[in-house]
């Protein structure tokens, strides 16, 4: 079993830039792949990035280039550094994780936090 809590939303001007953390509780934080998804008002849960348990990352279209996953494994903790922020990037994020073999890690996740806050005013 994995808890996982975000932090480090906020309000941020469009060009700007902001880190989420997800802290992770329980054993075996290093085996799990880690992924950030996010969820606009009126709109579906989408796939943002994620970082394999070897540490592998992969990003949607729509946010390469602009933000990074990364994890830090004696901290029990993955992190989602975002530059150059457009409104549009406006949503609450969500912190996932999943175990197994690293197959569609865009879907799949077994464990998902409660989700931070971000604005981006334009």
């Known amino acids: 079993q994995v808890q996982l809590v975000e932090s480090g939303g906020g309000l941020v001007q469009a060009g700007g830039s902001l880190r989420l953390s997800c802290a992770a509780s329980?054993?075996?934080?290093?085996?799990?792949?880690m992924a950030w998804f996010r969820q606009a008002p009126g709109r579906e849960r989408e796939f943002v990035a994620a970082?394999?348990?070897?540490?592998?990352?992969y990003y949607a279209d729509s946010v390469k280039g602009r933000f990074t996953i990364s994890r830090d494994n004696a901290k029990n903790t993955v992190y989602l550094k975002m530059n150059s922020l457009k409104p549009e990037d406006t949503a609450v994020y969500y912190c996932?994780?999943?175990?197994?073999?690293?197959?569609?890690?865009?879907?799949?996740?077994?464990?998902w936090g409660q989700g931070t806050q971000v604005t981006v005013s334009s």
């Open positions: 329980g054993r075996a934080f290093s085996t799990y792949h």
């Open positions: 996932a994780a999943k175990g197994g073999i690293a197959l569609d890690l865009s879907r799949g996740y077994d464990y």
């Open positions: 970082m394999t348990s070897g540490g592998n990352t």
